[in-house]
């Protein structure tokens, strides 16, 4: 995994509703677009097998709603299945992710937080990523992690937990992750579209985790 390279200018920007609070009981990531910014998991193993057009031309009839989840997979698949399970470890140790996230995942854990990863992503790249109590993901092509699905897995755990939601927090960039931010009072936009910005508690510009992390965590102190 490599990080960012980091912009000529970097910065952070907390919205007024809510304070700042201590270290949260649990913490909720998304991945494409927010540890892995500016891009996709899919069209970094695409990349790996030089189809990443084929993927952003996926990318673009899902979003106009012209084919469903199962369809993008089944075609996502195709792409790059000649490539064998090897196309994920290449595709995340080329990939470029947010400077700071073991960092912050360190800093979460010694707090007592249960840290998760919540992506519809494909599940072999995202289990690349260590450090989280728990990754949920997709399983292409027939088990697709839908942003509907982020509020009902946060709801279990956080009951499961036995905490209340003012205890998680959650960062996020786009449209996928309304569902979850329109249930939880602690978020963080992370270089996120305008509907998703509007919405969080708090929005971030730039590229270091351990920035975002401490709109709500102003505590946080890390080693590196």
């Avoid at 369809?71 to 698949?77: E, P, R, T």
């Avoid at 196309?87 to 998760?116: E, M, P, S």
């Avoid at 839908?146 to 937990?161: A, G, S, W």
């Avoid at 508690?201 to 890390?222: I, S, T």
Wanted: glycine share 6%; with cysteine.
């Amino acid at each position: 995994m490599t990080t960012a390279p980091r912009p000529a200018a970097t910065g952070a920007r907390s919205g007024p509703s809510v304070a700042a609070s201590p270290a949260p009981a649990l913490a909720v990531f998304d991945l494409d677009g927010t540890l892995l910014p500016e891009t996709t998991s899919c069209r970094e193993i695409a990349r790996v097998v030089g189809r990443h057009s084929d993927i952003h031309d996926l990318e673009a009839a899902y979003g106009r709603g012209e084919i469903d989840s199962r369809a993008f997979a089944v075609s996502a698949l195709r792409c790059w299945s000649a490539g064998g399970k090897a196309v994920y470890r290449q595709a995340f140790d080329a990939a470029r992710f947010l400077h700071g996230i073991q960092d912050c995942l360190t800093w979460l854990r010694t707090h007592g937080a249960t840290t998760i990863l919540v992506t519809m992503s494909h599940r072999e790249f995202a289990e690349c990523l260590d450090g989280f109590d728990h990754i949920f993901a997709s399983d292409y092509p027939d088990d697709i992690l839908n942003p509907e699905d982020k509020p009902l897995i946060v709801e279990k755990l956080r009951t499961d937990l036995g905490i209340t939601a003012d205890d998680v927090i959650a960062f996020g960039d786009s449209t996928s992750d309304l569902p979850l931010f329109r249930t939880l009072r602690r978020t963080v936009a992370v270089n996120a579209s305008p509907a998703l910005t509007a919405l969080a508690a708090h929005h971030y510009q730039g590229d270091d985790l351990r920035e975002a992390l401490r709109l709500v965590c102003p505590d946080a102190e890390f080693t590196s």
